[in-house]
Structures are given as C-alpha cells and as structure tokens.
C-alpha cells in the first residue's frame, strides 16, 4: 500500500522559509524510475507543479520559483524536504506531495498517481 | 513560460459523452508530452486519472479514456454519471518542467 504524507507548520510569517516534509512508504526513493514531487494550490485556485526529485537525484524546479526552492531526499528515512525561501501572503496554499513513477521499458511516465493528503500553509504576519 | 490551457468550464447532461481538452503554448501537444489527468471534487485531494496520453490506472472508471485530438491532449468520458462533476486538470511534461493546465470546471446538469 502506498501512502504519503505532508508535514510542516501550521503558519509562516512573511520572508520567513517554509521547510515542508515528505514522508511516504510502499515504495523506495532508490528504486530506478521513482520520484516524488511536490504541487500547491492556493484557495479557490488551480494546481500549480513546484519541483520533483528523482532516484538518481535529479532534481527538477518550475521554472517561476526556481530560485526559491530546494529539494531534497533522505532515502534511508523515505523522506523529501520542500524548501521556500522568502515566503508571501500569496504563498499561502495546499502543499501536496506524489509520487512519480517512470517504466522505462514502456516508455511511460504516471506523474503523481498517488497523493498525500496535504497540508495547508497559510503565510501571515 | 509555457502555459498549459483548458476549457474552463463544460456542462454535459447524465448519461452524455464530453471532451475536455488541454493545450499547450509552445504548440501541438504530442504523446512525449506524457499527458496526466486528474480529477479534483470539492474539498478533496486530486486522483490520478490517465498517464501517458492513454493509459488508465487501475481506480479509473472504464468510462474515462485519453486520447490526442486536434494537436491537444483531451479527455473524454462517456456516459457521464452525477458523480462525475469535478474540476479536472492536465498535467503536461514540458522540456523538463512540469505545467498544469488552468483546469475544468465540469458539471453534469
């Protein structure tokens, strides 16, 4: 059974970094065509990619917020952080994390076909 | 930035058939664009619906296909049930990023 699971604050104030957790289980960050990934929505608003880190540890970053972000894993615990530097009022969303999977075999790629349940981060002074 | 466009709102009767469809910026969307769908009701978390252009995972209703259509990536469901109204998003792989489409608000009327 897969699951993930998001978690970090409950508030962030303005320029303040967001560090968000990943934690999952039923499949491994180290085997060959995995990642994980995190997507955010703000309230009322669409779904919106922010970055995704891969087995071999590439790391990929959506191009607008690529300067403020960092991924990274821990393997050994079945963990990805989410970092966000200088965090905004317009930060505030649902965070989500999900997991990649590549088969390289078939030539096909299943973005983020299991979801953690989220995690809503609201930035306020 | 590319951008990732969808209808942002359909309506179909019970029973209907409708097709949703997602286009991209840079130009013809094309099966190396790995097209995802994903249905997203009120309150709840996003399901994966389609991967790779065509590709069903083994929760999607068999009345949910993916297909190409016209240069965009689309998604057609065939006798659409009330539970059906969503929002639906695509989610296309662009040179190396990401980008999800504005989604569609559907509803079953």
């Known amino acids: 059974q897969i699951t993930l699971k998001e978690s970090g604050p409950t508030l962030v104030k303005p320029t303040q970094t967001l560090t968000l957790t990943c934690s999952f289980s039923?499949?491994?960050?180290?085997?060959?065509?995995?990642?994980v990934g995190w997507i955010r929505q703000p309230p009322g608003k669409p779904l919106e990619w922010l970055a995704l880190?891969?087995?071999?540890?590439?790391?990929r970053y959506s191009p607008s917020l690529r300067n403020r972000l960092t991924i990274t894993k821990d393997t050994s615990k079945n963990q990805v952080v989410l970092t966000m530097t200088n965090m905004v009022p317009v930060d505030t969303a649902t965070y989500y994390c999900?997991?990649?999977?590549?088969?390289?075999?078939?030539?096909?790629?299943?973005?983020?076909?299991?979801w953690g349940p989220g995690t809503l981060v609201p930035v306020s002074s | 930035q590319t951008v990732v466009t969808q209808e942002p709102s359909l309506t179909v009767s019970p029973g209907g058939t409708v097709t949703l469809t997602c286009a991209s910026s840079?130009?013809?969307?094309?099966?190396?664009?790995?097209p995802n769908w994903f249905q997203q009701k009120p309150g709840q978390v996003p399901r994966a619906l389609i991967y790779?252009?065509?590709n069903k995972h083994s929760w999607t209703p068999a009345r949910f296909s993916g297909s190409l259509l016209g240069g965009k990536a689309a998604l057609t469901l065939s006798g659409v049930q009330p539970e059906d109204e969503a929002d639906y998003y695509c989610?296309?792989?662009?040179?190396?990023?990401?980008?999800f489409g504005g989604g569609t608000k559907l509803t079953v009327l």
């Open positions: 989610l296309l792989y662009l040179g190396g990023d990401w980008v």
């Open positions: 840079t130009g013809a969307v094309t099966s190396g664009y790995f």
């Open positions: 790779s252009t065509t």
């Open positions: 039923g499949f491994s960050l180290s085997t060959r065509g995995v990642g």
């Open positions: 999900g997991r990649h999977s590549i088969n390289i075999i078939a030539q096909t790629a299943a973005s983020f076909d299991y």
């Open positions: 880190i891969f087995w071999d540890d590439d790391k």
